[in-house]
């Protein structure tokens, strides 16, 4: 069974850092991308940050660019979210998301962590 498993949230002031992790661990086939997802209090789910496991092609919310850098470690099966420069309407739960086939033959799927708080105080 795969596990995604975040951590880094808290509690920062505006202009401040922080960074996320996220584990994967069970069952993967073929891991094909990694990245991170937010939703805001009365909004959608929007995508923030993705990397390509193989060649670690990257994309970005328009908003976060320049300000969040999102890397892989494929040895770890672990993805980070630097969070530079912050502001109250990055506050969001964050998740993380994996695209992974676990079994040869299977179809690929999207598996989704519990999600980690980032609130950013003005």
């Known amino acids: 069974q795969v596990q995604l498993v975040e951590s880094g949230g808290g509690l920062v002031q505006a202009g401040g850092s922080l960074r996320l992790s996220c584990v994967a661990s069970?069952?993967?086939?073929?891991?094909?991308?990694m990245g991170w997802y937010r939703q805001a209090p009365g909004k959608e789910r929007e995508l923030v940050a993705t990397i390509t496991w193989g060649g670690g092609s990257t994309n970005y919310l328009d908003s976060v660019k320049g300000r969040f850098t999102i890397v892989r470690d494929t040895a770890k099966k672990t993805v980070y979210l630097q969070m530079n420069s912050l502001n109250p309407e990055d506050t969001a739960i964050y998740y993380c998301?994996?695209?992974?086939?676990?079994?040869?033959?299977?179809?690929?799927?999207?598996?989704w962590g519990q999600g980690t708080q980032v609130t950013v105080s003005s």
């Open positions: 998301y994996g695209d992974f086939r676990v079994a040869w033959g299977t179809r690929r799927s999207d598996y």
């Open positions: 069970g069952s993967i086939f073929t891991l094909f991308a």
